[in-house]
């Protein structure tokens, strides 16, 4: 189902959602974009469909998985004889996420829900979210979707895509969900159509990495003792920075705390990078060397999710490229290991 | 001959001499703005050392890296030739094996300004080396307002609490930090735990208040951990506090003199403090 929404449509849709106080969408927060529940749409930092932070047109700095993931949720708390739930999943409305982020709930998707057990708490999120993403016309010099397989306007894994054109945006749902937020608005004309594709086909020319997926995960299988891992770990320093704000990493630990008599089991996002993280329970850590914590990274984006779930989990979301206090660029990693291994 | 020729020029000679295992320095990255370091163990490899504004990280930390491989000679301004100083009062490296390549530094730019603890840096120049690459460096440190000095205790607990409730517990800061080098950080505690794991305002202001005590007396206000911290959250708030209360109640800066020891090792009988003495 494809729409025509005029620019003041959208802000009308959204101001009703911002009205239910269901609405969250990007702000600006200091030096970047943040996530945060909108009362007012003019504070929502999208110029047309795109934020300029720090002289580029960045994503929001915390993925959206944060819908569906939070950094720490409790998971139940304990009476003394039996678990209760009680956490209360509310209704939300995402606006503005980009097309990699879509991908990345999709990943967490396939990884928490489709792949059984079933998560219980990450499903009732993601089908009390309705994810409006917005395409990308002009992605940052560190946004590489297009290698890996995703696109600046795709709609995998959002409920509404929006493609900004002159005037307004054409409408696609993806989901069911996305076919009621997107009702009785009009058919969007040829010319729009067209307008969109051409962004579209710009947008990903601007992409220029070219990544050979198949011969890097062939060169993964074998590589677990490279050398490789070593000469690129130098720099890294292990912090969770990259992981933490990756769309897809999905590590968690679990936490209990006794806050004012009540008993709570939480959990928390982790990361592969600390130490912590591989400490078994008798004292022994199998990965104590900084360059086995970086191995893992890269391991399991284009491999261990791969051979578990079927799916790659880079999105090529370029935050990690953003964010590292060590000028660490994974696309150049990635160029290491496909010429070094 | 400039700087960064001399460099490499030095780092060749100590290299082909085998005075050194290798020379801790910046190359370039693929990003514009920020450098990576380098850890470059053969001569021929020179030509990828740099060093200029992007220069961000606190090199001194990489140095407890490499400090098994050998002697090793490392590339420091300031801030980083404070931290070795640090580093070496606190017995983490020898002086015999490092050697030290000074330069110089303008200060670090982030998004084309200035970053905020260079901005009232007082050490450009190392305050120890083994020879300077090029020259000396000169300017007049602004004058950083301390905000907590007209904030009652109440205020303070507000502005901190905002400052840290961003924080999301990624450890950057800590990671970045050449003297954040314990074997297990009372965060990683277990057994029992010290501090909470959730993002909560609360858990994290611990965390941060404890880190910002564990530096006092060492911190050397590079500013490392503020330019790692992907949330952008000013811990040079914290720093710089922290070093003002040493230096006005111990009369010392962290790694300032090579010779002097570290504030919370020593008994001076001439403590500004009273009741000290
Ligand atoms: S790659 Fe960068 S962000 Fe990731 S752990 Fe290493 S230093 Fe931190
Ligand atoms: S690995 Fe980096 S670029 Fe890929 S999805 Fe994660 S944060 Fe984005
Ligand atoms: S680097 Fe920033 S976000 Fe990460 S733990 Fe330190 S203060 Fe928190
Ligand atoms: S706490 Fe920050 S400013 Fe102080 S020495 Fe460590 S990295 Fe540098």
Known sequence: MKVFLKSEDLKKLLEQFAGAGKLFAPVKKG???????????????????????????????????????????????????????????????????????????????????????????????????????????????????????????????????????????????????????????????????????????????????RIDLKRLKEVLDKGFNSPVWERLTLECVNCGACTFLCPTCHCFDITDETVRGKKKRSRVWDSCQFTLYSQHASGHNPRLNPAGRYRNRVMDKFKYTVDMVGELSCVGCGRCVRVCPAGIDIRVAVAEILEGV | MDKVARLRERAKELLEKQ????????????????????????????????????????????????KDKGKVAVVARGCDSRSIVVLLQEKQIEREKVYILGVGCEGVVVQGEKSVACRSCRYPNPVIYDEMVGEEVHFEPETVEDEFDRLTPDEWWEVLSAEVARCIRCYACRQVCPNCYCPVCFVDASMPALVGKTHNVSDNIVFHIMRA?????????????????????????????????VRERFGLVAGAKPDEMPALTIFKPDDPQEFIR
């Open chain 1, 31 to 209: 030096g970047y974009s943040g996530w945060a529940r909108v009362s007012s749409i003019d504070e929502v930092v999208l110029s047309g469909a795109q934020a300029v932070l720090q002289g580029e047109e960045v994503n929001t700095r915390k993925p959206a998985k944060v819908f569906v993931f939070p950094q720490s949720e409790v998971m139940f708390e304990f009476d003394g004889e039996r678990a209760v739930e009680v956490t209360e999943v509310p209704e939300v409305v995402v606006f503005g996420l980009r097309p990699c982020d879509g991908r990345a709930m999709a990943f967490l998707e396939r990884f928490f829900v489709e792949n059984k057990p079933e998560d219980p708490l990450v499903r009732e999120r993601r089908e009390k979210a309705t994810l409006i993403g917005v395409a990308c016309n002009s992605p940052a010099e560190s946004c590489f979707c297009t290698a890996v397989g995703g696109g600046p306007h795709e709609g995998k894994g959002l409920d509404v895509l929006l493609r900004e054109v002159n005037g307004g945006f054409v409408g696609e749902a993806v989901t069911e969900k996305g076919e009621k937020v997107l009702a009785g608005f009009p058919a969007p004309s040829k010319e729009a159509e067209v307008e969109a594709e051409k962004r579209r086909q710009e947008a990903e020319g601007k992409m220029a990495l």
């Open chain 2, 19 to 66: 005075e050194v295992v290798g020379v801790l320095g910046y190359r370039a990255s693929s990003r514009p703005g920020i450098s990576q370091v380098a850890f470059i163990t053969r001569p021929e490899e020179v030509d990828r050392l740099i060093f200029d504004s992007a220069c961000s990280q606190n090199l001194a930390n990489y140095l407890l890296k490499v």
């Open chain 2, 213 to 245: 005590l564990h530096m006092a007396g060492r911190c050397v206000e590079c500013g490392a951990c503020h330019r790692a911290c992907p949330m952008g959250i000013d811990l040079m708030r914290f720093n710089r506090q922290v070093a003002k209360i």
